[in-house]
């Protein structure tokens, strides 16, 4: 099924043969895109940083229930020698596989990831945890850095994960990777047959950044965030230092008081991009992509999120395939709807996986 815009009031959809049409006018769209703020946290709760806070606080439950996950562990290597690894709890007879992929600087350990892993395993369903390069734990996996361009390495390694399995597979990505996952659907559906995810039913986004740089930029104007995000990569290079000593020297990365500014020394001294902006543009979400996915897709994100500009997100083309929710509140990856940290889009995710 395509579409086309048809004047300034009218959208239509058609299917390739043309024989069956769908009319909508400027005013149902709008409502499609923006959806109904059908969530409705508690007024105690419904704060954009601390819906944020709570989406990522690791409480005693979610550190005691990430140890108490029975799994296996899975190593993955792509064809151009890159490791990846996973976690697999895996469930006698279940529904399907939901793939889980963190945000920047999270790993499968990340609040919202234990979360929902342990919400869909009470629900029959089997769990992965992708940890990205050089998170949790991983650094001394691969010699190259991670950044936000390594899609054909991510793509190929929930590829191989999916082949391994004759299930429905479901993929869910936070953040980064809610713009990885959108980035995978599109790849996914350009694919040939046989580079295909095996299975892939439903990709679901969660406050996903369309626009780094942008997001990058608004990260910056929160103190709070701006020195957590910078702490955490710094010590993730380090990490990366010491367990590659001849390649890396980050000696000055202390000095760096934005994430703008760290980004752009690391672009230009330790990858192939000619500038900080080919880099960005590399992983922004554009028309293009949204129109190419040819697989069942959902996107959430609010207007209260601290770190990913909105507005951007009724700029989203309207396709068959694709659902956006833009939500008043929620913050960033948050969507807590009660004090035992339930999340919202657990329910979005049941009703489109059944």
Not at 276 to 301: A, E, G, H, M
Request: net charge positive; glycine share 6%; aromatic share 14%.
């Amino acid at each position: 099924m395509d579409y086309e815009e048809e004047g300034e009031n009218v959208y239509v959809f058609h299917t390739k043969d043309f024989r069956d049409f769908l009319w909508l006018s400027t005013e149902t769209y709008s409502k499609m895109i923006s959806g109904m703020s059908n969530f409705k946290p508690p007024k105690l709760l419904s704060s954009g940083f601390i819906q944020s806070f709570l989406a990522s606080y690791k409480s005693k439950s979610d550190k005691k229930h990430s140890r108490l996950f029975e799994g296996k562990w899975i190593s993955i290597q792509t064809k151009d020698g890159v490791q990846l690894l996973a976690l697999y709890h895996e469930l006698p007879n279940p529904k399907g596989i939901l793939i889980l992929i963190h945000g920047w600087e999270g790993s499968i350990h990340s609040s919202y990831i234990v979360r929902t892993t342990r919400y869909f395993i009470s629900k029959g369903y089997s769990i992965i945890r992708l940890n990205l390069r050089d998170h949790g734990d991983t650094h001394h996996l691969n010699l190259g850095l991670f950044n936000g361009s390594l899609l054909e390495e991510t793509y190929e390694g929930i590829r191989i994960l999916a082949s391994q399995f004759n299930l429905p597979i479901y993929l869910a990505g936070f953040s980064l990777g809610g713009n990885f996952v959108l980035r995978i659907a599109g790849k996914h559906s350009m694919e040939k047959n046989a580079n295909k995810i095996q299975n892939l039913k439903y990709c679901f986004s969660f406050s996903p950044a369309l626009d780094p740089k942008e997001a990058t930029l608004k990260m910056d104007k929160h103190p709070i965030l701006r020195k957590y995000f910078l702490q955490s990569w710094t010590d993730s290079l380090r990490k990366k230092q010491n367990l590659f000593p001849h390649f890396y020297n980050f000696h000055d990365i202390d000095s760096y008081k934005t994430v703008m500014d760290l980004t752009k020394k690391m672009v230009l001294e330790y990858s192939t991009f000619e500038s900080v902006d080919s880099y960005f543009d590399s992983y922004t979400l554009k028309n293009f992509l949204f129109q190419s996915i040819r697989v069942p897709s959902l996107i959430l994100t609010a207007k209260d999120d601290p770190v990913i500009p909105w507005n951007s997100f009724y700029g989203i083309p309207l396709t068959p395939y694709l659902e956006v929710h833009v939500e008043d509140r929620g913050g960033h990856c948050g969507f807590i709807e009660n004090f035992s940290r339930s999340a919202y889009y657990w329910k979005l995710m049941e009703r489109k996986m059944a």
